[in-house]
């Protein structure tokens, strides 16, 4: 049986950028630089209702922060929280463009509460990433595979 596509996808990706020697703050890093690169772009903009994309706008310096470790855990639960009750009024592709807001306010915490698994942070982080660019649309997620090829911290994006 063939693997699924995510799933080889996250695994190149881990071999790429040796999973095993990276942290969560790298993770979140090389999510920030890539979803800063396609957030530009005509086809994302495309897929974002106006109210989204605004949305969307309005709350990536949010991201920036939290990916510099200079958002405070209070505002990070306000924002988190808001965005997750805008998801919940959303559908389709509108949710899953709003996930990605929330997946960029992922903190190491809030991390290894997901993964439960203090050795399968960064794993689990990565999964959850590409599963979300999956979400949206699967160029998206192989997109980011040929990225993380390119992507070298400290980049500045």
Partial sequence: MEKPRIKEIIENIESIIDIESVNVSYILNLFLCYLKKIAV??????????????????????????ASDLLPEEKNKEITISLWRFHDSLSGQQRAIVRLLITGLVTEKDAIEYSQYPEYVTGDLLALVVSCFMELNISYAEEFEVFSKEYILPNKC
Avoid: G, Q, T
């Fill in 41 to 66: 772009r005509e086809d994302f903009i495309a897929l974002c209702e106006p109210e989204v994309l605004l949305k969307f706008r309005e709350n990536f310096k949010f991201i920036e922060l939290n």
